[in-house]
C-alpha cells in the first residue's frame, strides 16, 4: 500500500504528467489520510470562488481510493515527533500525524514530490515522483 501525500494529489488533480504516471502506475496500490483530505479540501475552499469541478475532481479522487482512517495513530504521531525534537530534527506537526495515521495503519510508504518532509522517519520509504 503507497499514501499519496497532498502534493501528489494535488498534481493529480491539476493534471501533471508526472504526478498522472505516477498514480496511474500505482493505482490499485493507493491510498491517502483523512489529514491529506482535509489539506486538498481547503486549499479547494479556502478560494473567495470555489471551482465547484475541482469541488467535484477531488470528492470523486477520494472516493475511488482508501482512506486509512485516523483511529489510533496518536501514539505513533506522537512518538515520531517528539523523536525529531529531541534529534533537532524539526517537522511539520500535520507531516507527523500523517506518518502516525499510515503507520498504524500498516502503511510504510508515502508518495510525495517532497521527500525531505518524511526522510527522517526511518520507518517510512518516501517514493519520488
Known sequence: MICLDS???IDFL???KEAVLAV????DYLSTTEINLFEVLVGINIKKIINEKEEIAAKLFFDSIRILPALTFGEYASKIFAQLVKDGKMMDQNDCLIAGIMLSNGCD???TRNDKHFSNIKEINAINY
Do not use: A, L, V, W
Request: proline letters at 0%.
Open 7 to 9: 502534493d501528489c494529489i
Open 109 to 111: 510508504q508515502i508518495m
Open 24 to 27: 496511474s502506475k500505482y493505482k
Open 14 to 16: 491539476r493534471g501533471k
